[in-house]
């Protein structure tokens, strides 16, 4: 895996994509920086782990906040192993752009277009209209609810943390209460918090109260 990841890291440097400074799997492309050239060519083979590491090029980087402050055609490309997800702003140029992009890297791997992303990890993903990306993950919240024993009549609440209800340390050795499956546990407080972190920030507090005493 991590020579995979270096082999399509170089790539897409010498093809002349910027490499975010925030997050090492979000890159984008201009197409003033795009190098056809620089890239391998068809019959080529892969280089090997030891030749991997002379091709690196200095990484040019750009501030996630600023990724869409560009005026000329680009996409920003997330990387995740093997998996990629392009955001193409819906313009000809971007669109053209993108399209010689999945041209030349299908000459080096095997690289397929399925179309609008509709799911990715833990999320379903709408594009109602161009420009337009609603991330959502109830799709995951009722797997979760489900997969820990929370049925379709469990009691729902407008607060994630009732005053009262949040937990607290004890004197194990000498409490009456009924142990609990701490693997269990902590299994719903990290489905909980990757929840909370990524769509629900509502519930941060009461995830992470949980987290405080999961140990």
């Known amino acids: 895996?991590?020579?995979?990841?270096?082999?399509?890291?170089?790539?897409?440097?010498?093809?002349?994509?910027?490499?975010?400074?925030?997050?090492?799997?979000?890159?984008?492309?201009?197409?003033?920086?795009?190098?056809?050239?620089?890239?391998?060519?068809?019959?080529?083979?892969?280089?090997?782990?030891?030749?991997?590491?002379?091709l690196r090029t200095q990484p040019l980087s750009f501030n996630s906040s600023e990724w869409g402050q560009v005026d000329e055609d680009f996409f920003t490309l997330v990387l995740y192993t093997d998996d990629t997800s392009a955001c193409v702003p819906p313009t000809d140029g971007c669109d053209e752009l993108y399209k010689e992009f999945v041209d030349d890297i299908q000459q080096d791997f095997r690289f397929e277009d399925k179309?609008?992303?509709?799911?990715f990890l833990s999320f379903s993903v709408k594009q109602p209209e161009p420009g337009v990306i609603i991330l959502d993950q109830t799709f995951y919240a009722k797997n979760l609810t489900a997969q820990h024993g929370f049925g379709p009549d469990t009691q729902a609440t407008h607060v994630p943390a009732p005053p009262g209800?949040?937990?607290?340390?004890?004197?194990?050795?000498?409490?009456?209460d009924?142990?609990?499956?701490?693997?269990?546990?902590?299994?719903?407080?990290?489905?909980?918090?990757?929840?909370?972190?990524?769509?629900?920030?509502?519930?941060?507090?009461?995830?992470?109260?949980?987290?405080?005493v999961s140990h």
């Open 165 to 176: 209800s949040l937990p607290h340390e004890v004197d194990c050795a000498n409490s009456t």
């Open 1 to 54: 895996a991590g020579l995979w990841c270096t082999h399509i890291h170089n790539w897409l440097m010498r093809y002349g994509f910027e490499r975010s400074d925030t997050d090492p799997g979000l890159y984008r492309l201009r197409r003033s920086q795009r190098r056809r050239d620089s890239v391998s060519v068809p019959g080529t083979t892969s280089p090997t782990e030891e030749q991997e590491p002379a």
């Open 115 to 119: 179309g609008l992303l509709s799911d």
């Open 178 to 212: 009924t142990p609990v499956d701490v693997t269990a546990f902590r299994s719903r407080v990290g489905g909980a918090l990757w929840l909370a972190r990524c769509t629900r920030p509502d519930i941060s507090f009461a995830t992470n109260s949980l987290a405080r």
